[in-house]
């Protein structure tokens, strides 16, 4: 962990590096870059989201599945067994 520390910037460097990037893009284009950074990050949210619903979905989807399938296994072992009639003595 104290390694990874080791290579952050510290004060003076962050503005220096905000410096670099208010001169390469000047000051209308951060807004924009900003804007476009804001709306991939809530596309990556959703899409997350999306596929957490879709796992619960099919979590809750296979569990009702077993549900039902206990439930027919049972009564089929309830259910009276007619017995063939050669077997009868």
Known sequence: MNSMLAF????WEWVVIILVV???????????????????IRE?????????????????????????DEEYRRREEEKPRDIPKENVR
């Open 22 to 40: 208010l001169i390469f893009f000047g000051a209308k284009k951060i807004p924009e870059l900003a804007r476009g950074l804001g709306r991939g």
């Open 44 to 68: 990556f949210k959703d899409a997350t989201n999306e596929i957490k619903r879709d796992i619960d979905d099919s979590s809750r989807r296979d569990e009702e599945y077993r549900r039902r």
């Open 8 to 11: 952050m910037p510290g004060g």
